[in-house]
């Protein structure tokens, strides 16, 4: 016999969904208008050019303080676009939506609805392709996504390194001022001037600072090993580090005094991005305890000049050093691009373009870096400060990042820097060991060429430097490409993002 289930009459469930959805939508349309009432002071900071993508990313953050699966839902079942694809255009998105609704229903839209938005849906994608372009130079012929590329120390000697990853279509030069020095950047800058004229074709110059990054001192034989349950003591200063003896711990030197002041006991700390961590336990002047948690295998090498993570740490470092006010004077001569590294909070944007006006270089576009766990938290802010200055891009990266937050939570947080930077109308650069393989070793792996597929949804994606780089270079352009004719940006549900509560 088969069952007979009483089931609600179908026109009411429905009008139900339809009212509930409408007054969802209502509140999002009236919560977003007031959250931009509230930043009215911090909008007029904003260049001008940039006010509408401030004012389309605090609509966005208004939304994003709620989960909204459930009107998702309704939604889909209505046979309505969802609001996956909002970013660039917040309020067009939200009052096409509420358009549909009320015909559904055969009902007038209220007047306050009616207003015509700023940005269109036209009109935000319209926006970021001209950020684009402004940041990062033209589009290349056959892919959306422009790449960067990092030269070694040999393309200031060697001219042909430059000219053929220009032939291979390569669109924004990358010094990184942590290496080298000063006459062999005007070298690889006038191997990309002479290239540029034999090629017909024209390459960006960006230089990232070297910032305040927190590394290993030197090593006595350049390393030691460290297995789960050691103990390594760190020392402030230029000390030469060594192993463990029968009588006493592992030690090792950092030249950042900041961090002897800042650390407590129970931090986290990571070393050569992650591949040994440990726990703080005791601290002392000028040195502190780390009991090993981590270690790659269970027992992994500390090598010299290794970067240290301290995820847990609120680091009061600056974020431009002397060196880097020093290179920046040549950045700003030589460089279409500046890097700020290890950026943390709205002042040490301020800064660099308190700088940068002060050598009335106004021109130079200027990219955040977001590698740790306080700048990903702050990322709403760090981009209405940044939308002051008229060219502003974001560097997602990936290597330290992914150390800080935890590599589980890596492609959930990418993932919304990359719909954040999408609502500002700011170009995203994709970077951090993207086709490493190949570029050191010659041959991808498969999680590798997947990951670079996804840098598709970025503006631009880095290479980093390898002796196979012409081969990475050919074969990323190949597989952006291929992977632009299947998707742009994102489609996704929208749940609630804690860090849209800047």
């Given at each position: 016999?088969?069952?007979?289930?009483?089931?609600?009459?179908?026109?009411?469930?429905?009008?139900?969904?339809?009212?509930?959805?409408?007054?969802?939508?209502?509140?999002?349309?009236?919560?977003?208008?007031?959250?931009?009432?509230?930043?009215?002071?911090?909008?007029?900071?904003?260049?001008?050019?940039?006010?509408?993508?401030?004012?389309?990313?605090?609509?966005?953050?208004?939304?994003?303080?709620?989960?909204?699966?459930?009107?998702?839902?309704?939604?889909?079942?209505?046979?309505?676009?969802?609001?996956?694809?909002?970013?660039?255009?917040?309020?067009?998105?939200?009052?096409?939506?509420?358009?549909?609704?009320?015909?559904?229903?055969?009902?007038?839209?209220?007047?306050?609805?009616?207003?015509?938005?700023?940005?269109?849906?036209?009109?935000?994608?319209?926006?970021?392709?001209?950020?684009?372009?402004?940041?990062?130079?033209?589009?290349?012929?056959?892919?959306?996504?422009?790449?960067?590329?990092?030269?070694?120390?040999?393309?200031?000697?060697?001219?042909?390194?430059?000219?053929?990853?220009?032939?291979?279509?390569?669109?924004?030069?990358?010094?990184?001022?942590?290496?080298?020095?000063?006459?062999?950047?005007?070298?690889?800058?006038?191997?990309?001037?002479?290239?540029?004229?034999?090629?017909?074709?024209?390459?960006?110059?960006?230089?990232?600072?070297?910032?305040?990054?927190?590394?290993?001192?030197?090593?006595?034989?350049?390393?030691?090993?460290?297995?789960?349950?050691?103990?390594?003591?760190?020392?402030?200063?230029?000390?030469?580090?060594?192993?463990?003896?029968?009588?006493?711990?592992?030690?090792?030197?950092?030249?950042?005094?900041?961090?002897?002041?800042?650390?407590?006991?129970?931090?986290?700390?990571?070393?050569?991005?992650?591949?040994?961590?440990?726990?703080?336990?005791?601290?002392?002047?000028?040195?502190?305890?780390?009991?090993?948690?981590?270690?790659k295998k269970g027992k992994a090498?500390?090598?010299s000049e290794k970067g240290i993570?301290?995820?847990?740490?609120?680091?009061?470092?600056?974020?431009?050093?002397?060196?880097?006010?020093?290179?920046?004077?040549?950045?700003?001569?030589?460089?279409?691009?500046?890097?700020?590294?290890?950026?943390?909070?709205?002042?040490?944007?301020?800064?660099?373009?308190?700088?940068?006006?002060?050598?009335?270089?106004?021109?130079?576009?200027?990219?955040?870096?977001?590698?740790?766990?306080?700048?990903?938290?702050?990322?709403?802010?760090?981009?209405?400060?940044?939308?002051?200055?008229?060219?502003?891009?974001?560097?997602?990266?990936r290597g330290d990042l992914g150390?800080?937050?935890?590599?589980?939570?890596?492609?959930?947080?990418?993932?919304?820097?990359?719909?954040?930077?999408?609502?500002?109308?700011?170009?995203?650069?994709?970077?951090?060991?993207?086709?490493?393989?190949?570029?050191?070793?010659?041959?991808?792996?498969?999680?590798?060429?997947?990951?670079?597929?996804?840098?598709?949804?970025?503006?631009?994606?880095?290479?980093?430097?390898?002796?196979?780089?012409?081969?990475?270079?050919?074969?990323?352009?190949?597989?952006?490409?291929?992977?632009?004719?299947?998707?742009?940006?994102?489609?996704?549900?929208?749940?609630?993002?804690?860090?849209?509560?800047?």
């Amino acid at each position: 016999m088969k069952l007979q289930i009483p089931q609600q009459d179908a026109s009411t469930i429905h009008r139900e969904r339809i009212e509930r959805s409408l007054q969802a939508l209502k509140q999002l349309w009236s919560q977003a208008i007031a959250l931009e009432l509230q930043e009215a002071e911090n909008l007029k900071k904003i260049y001008p050019g940039n006010r509408k993508s401030a004012q389309n990313l605090i609509h966005y953050l208004a939304v994003r303080r709620h989960d909204i699966r459930d009107l998702q839902y309704d939604l889909s079942i209505l046979g309505l676009s969802s609001l996956g694809r909002m970013e660039a255009h917040v309020m067009a998105s939200l009052r096409a939506v509420l358009d549909a609704l009320h015909k559904i229903d055969n009902r007038s839209m209220p007047p306050e609805l009616q207003t015509e938005t700023s940005i269109t849906h036209e009109l935000g994608n319209a926006i970021l392709t001209e950020h684009t372009l402004n940041l990062l130079g033209p589009q290349p012929q056959f892919r959306n996504a422009r790449i960067m590329v990092t030269m070694p120390s040999e393309a200031a000697d060697d001219p042909k390194i430059i000219h053929e990853l220009l032939a291979k279509d390569m669109n924004i030069m990358r010094i990184n001022c942590a290496h080298d020095h000063r006459e062999a950047w005007i070298k690889m800058i006038q191997n990309l001037r002479q290239a540029e004229t034999d090629l017909g074709k024209s390459c960006r110059v960006s230089f990232d600072l070297a910032g305040p990054k927190l590394r290993t001192g030197k090593i006595k034989g350049k390393h030691f090993h460290l297995s789960l349950g050691d103990t390594l003591v760190v020392k402030q200063g230029d000390i030469l580090g060594k192993p463990s003896t029968e009588n006493e711990p592992a030690m090792v030197g950092c030249d950042v005094p900041e961090i002897f002041r800042d650390v407590r006991v129970g931090d986290r700390i990571f070393f050569d991005d992650g591949v040994i961590g440990g726990v703080i336990r005791n601290v002392e002047s000028g040195q502190f305890l780390v009991e090993i948690t981590l270690a790659k295998k269970g027992k992994a090498k500390l090598k010299s000049e290794k970067g240290i993570n301290l995820p847990d740490t609120d680091l009061n470092l600056p974020a431009l050093t002397e060196k880097d006010l020093q290179d920046l004077e040549f950045v700003a001569e030589y460089g279409d691009l500046v890097a700020i590294s290890f950026v943390q909070r709205p002042t040490d944007i301020e800064e660099l373009i308190g700088k940068l006006e002060k050598m009335k270089a106004g021109e130079l576009g200027i990219i955040l870096k977001i590698e740790t766990q306080k700048a990903f938290n702050q990322l709403p802010r760090l981009l209405l400060t940044a939308l002051r200055y008229p060219r502003v891009g974001v560097m997602v990266a990936r290597g330290d990042l992914g150390v800080e937050v935890g590599f589980e939570r890596l492609s959930e947080v990418q993932e919304e820097i990359l719909w954040f930077c999408e609502a500002a109308h700011v170009p995203v650069i994709w970077a951090t060991q993207v086709l490493e393989s190949l570029a050191k070793g010659g041959m991808a792996s498969r999680p590798e060429v997947t990951d670079a597929a996804m840098g598709s949804r970025a503006e631009s994606v880095m290479l980093n430097k390898g002796p196979y780089i012409d081969k990475a270079m050919q074969f990323l352009c190949d597989v952006l490409h291929r992977m632009q004719a299947h998707h742009q940006k994102k489609n996704s549900m929208l749940r609630q993002l804690n860090i849209s509560r800047f």
